[in-house]
């Protein structure tokens, strides 16, 4: 098998690509529509046949990886933190694959992009512990130990002030309070101090849209441990829910 479909499902876009599974990079244009408003769990099926169908790939012997904002355990949605609070113990992979009319592979997604940039990107090759954390609506982690995925890590929940950090620190926080660089890079200086203090990692990666900017904000960061952005930006869901399909 050489090739996979992604789809990724976040809090604000659901976009999907083909992937070429040889050289972990996708080789069909990245198609994209908004998250329904309120991401109740019809709508979102919808929205995602409507990506597939603008892909335009008609071959459904392709193996379908879909990653998904929320912890993930036996198929079942365990979290509903950028997305409607129907998610919570829902059975989602088993909804999108009858909606769908075909077999899924259902994955987190900041773990998806964790493993694409273990196989094809930023932690290729890395040892140790690599945390991946994707900074977008909320923030997403994946923890990858020598290239293993330990999956379903929430540091976008840890406690601020009787709130998930995520709601003070993540770039939709940045957005939405019109911050500058400056300050919203103070806000993750405390979020990252935090985290390499629970966990002395070996290497940060970077994921999200704002990963597509990190000369604007990781040189602002004071940390022991190296932090680079991911390779795949923000298509490292896409190519690491394809990857997770095709094993």
């Known amino acids: 098998m050489t090739s996979a479909i992604g789809v990724d499902i976040g809090g604000t876009g659901i976009k999907a690509g083909v992937v070429n ?3 972990g990079k996708l080789e069909s244009d990245r198609v994209r529509l908004p998250t329904p ?13 409507q990506v597939l169908d603008m892909l335009g790939v008609s071959d459904s012997s392709l193996p379908l990886g879909v990653a998904f904002p929320a912890s993930i355990k036996e198929g ?7 997305i409607a609070q129907e998610w ?8 999108f694959e009858n909606g ?17 940039e273990a196989r094809h990107g930023a932690a290729r090759g890395a040892r140790r512990l690599t945390i991946l954390t994707t900074l977008g609506t909320g923030i ?13 890590t929430e540091l976008g929940h840890l406690n601020y002030e009787g709130d998930s950090i995520e709601r003070w620190t993540a770039y939709s926080a940045m957005e939405r309070e019109q911050l500058s660089w400056q300050d919203w890079a103070a806000r993750l200086q405390v979020f990252y101090d ?17 990963s597509k900017h990190p000369e604007n904000f990781i040189p602002l960061l ?18 690491g829910a394809a990857s997770l399909a095709a094993d």
Do not use: C, M, W
């Open 76 to 82: 079942r949605t365990l979290s509903a933190a950028n």
């Open 140 to 152: 997403g982690s994946a923890f990858l130990y020598n290239g293993t995925l330990v999956p379903n």
């Open 88 to 95: 919570i113990g829902f059975e989602a992979e088993k909804f």
């Open 21 to 23: 599974l040889e050289h």
């Open 194 to 210: 935090h985290v390499e203090f629970l966990f002395t990692p070996d290497l940060f990666v970077v994921g999200g849209g704002v």
């Open 100 to 116: 769908l009319g075909r077999s899924i592979t259902f994955v987190n997604d900041a773990d998806a992009a964790g493993v694409a």
């Open 37 to 49: 408003r309120g991401a109740q769990p019809a709508d979102v099926l919808a929205t995602v046949q």
């Open 222 to 239: 004071n940390l022991r441990t190296p932090i680079v952005p991911a390779i795949h930006r923000n298509s490292s869901g896409i190519i």
